[in-house]
């Protein structure tokens, strides 16, 4: 068999990245696996699951075979990921995708504030391991230098969100012929996008709905993950929106001038050192 995975969507948090699976699920040559985010390479412990089981993630190893799995670009907490990709899948493909690292710091601290997850107010955010981890988030070369020396720059994509949403089939196109995927016009005028995961609705539940729903969307169990099939659609979404109908609107702290300048100093050195490295200008981001 040959080794797999044939290319990795590595990130970056908050960036689109369930998007871009929803999209790699509708080319026809490419297999990707069961559900979103295995995390197989997240830690020694993780890939003792064995190299069957995440074979067995794929239902067809004979197409062009990938993941994502945007935790392997949080090299701040789990580094060496990608020295385990590679001492499996040397010839193996990375994308990571960025948006206005800005905006994805502000996402990821709203969303993570809904979840419960017990963030200082956006004016303390380097204080804390927690806060000083949503802002490397977006520190995107650092997060990425890792991947580019084990498997050279020749062999990663780097993807603007913003395009993507902007041209889904001129995106796929591209992303299709960097990884060897041989797709048709047919194919790629067949594909539609929804975007997912938006931070936007998230106060109107619980955090605790929240929680649950990401631990069932990203457990690995094959009970769970069959059980959750068999759930018909019509009565989770009668579920939620009971569980919405008795959530009062919950809205994270505002960022201040101040704190905006905090990050943004904090992203500048590590934004300018992306585009060098990617030749891209990127002159639409506010760092």
């Known amino acids: ?25 509708q080319v026809p040559s490419i ?15 993780s890939m003792s699951k064995g190299l069957d089981w995440y074979a067995g993630l794929f239902s067809d190893p004979d197409k062009v075979c990938g993941e994502v799995s945007p935790n392997y670009s949080s090299v701040d907490r789990f ?11 040397p010839g193996a493909k990375i994308i990571y995708v960025v948006r206005d690292p800005i905006d994805r710091l502000l996402s990821h601290y709203s969303q993570a504030w809904l979840q419960g997850d017990g963030l200082p107010d956006p ?3 380097k204080e804390t391991p927690e806060g000083r981890h949503i802002i490397d988030g977006s520190r995107y070369y650092f997060q990425i230098e890792p991947y580019a020396k084990v498997f050279g720059a020749d062999n990663i994509m780097v993807l603007e969100f913003r395009k993507m949403v902007a041209d889904p089939h001129a995106t796929m196109r591209r992303v299709c012929e ?5 797709v048709t016009e047919e194919e790629l005028a067949a594909i539609t996008i929804a975007r997912k995961n938006s931070s936007r609705n998230l106060g109107s539940v619980p955090g605790w709905w929240t929680r649950m729903s990401d631990r069932i969307k990203k457990n690995d169990s094959a009970i769970v993950r069959g059980v959750n099939r068999l759930i018909p659609r019509p009565l989770i979404r009668t579920v939620k929106g ?3 109908a008795t959530t009062e609107d919950r809205s994270p702290p505002d960022f201040t001038d101040d704190a905006k300048r905090a990050v943004k100093d904090a992203l500048a050195r590590d934004a300018q050192r992306l585009r060098d490295f990617t030749g891209k200008p ?3 981001w506010k760092v």
């Open 178 to 182: 960097f990884v060897g995927a041989p």
């Open 31 to 45: 297999c990707m696996t069961e559900f979103k985010e295995p995390d197989f390479f997240l830690t020694d412990g």
């Open 79 to 89: 580094p060496g990921v990608a020295e385990r990709i590679h001492s499996v899948s």
């Open 1 to 25: 068999m040959k080794p797999l995975p044939d290319f990795v969507v590595v990130g970056g948090l908050r960036t689109g990245t369930t998007t871009l699976y929803s999209l790699l699920t």
């Open 123 to 125: 004016d303390a955010l």
């Open 242 to 244: 009971v569980v919405q």
């Open 282 to 284: 990127f002159d639409h």
